[in-house]
């Protein structure tokens, strides 16, 4: 499991992505998105500005990752 520590109120969920590697660039992470490959709190997410806070966890491409 990965953790992310937040710094600010929250962190759009592409940016999010491309700040772990996990997508390489924007439209990457905006096509993972889109193919419904990201998961939200056990939830399919598919706004890539998605506000995520503390306390989320965010499931792609095998990936968990903990926002603290």
Request: aromatic share 2%.
């Amino acid at each position: 499991m990965l953790e992310f520590e937040l710094t600010e109120d929250y962190i759009e969920l592409i940016k999010l992505l491309k700040v772990l590697q996990i997508a390489e660039n924007g439209a990457m992470a905006k096509t993972l998105v889109e193919n419904g490959e990201v998961v939200r709190n056990g939830e399919p997410e598919s706004r890539k500005r998605a506000k995520i806070r503390k306390g989320e966890v965010i499931k792609v491409l095998g990936q968990t990752i903990k926002v603290i």
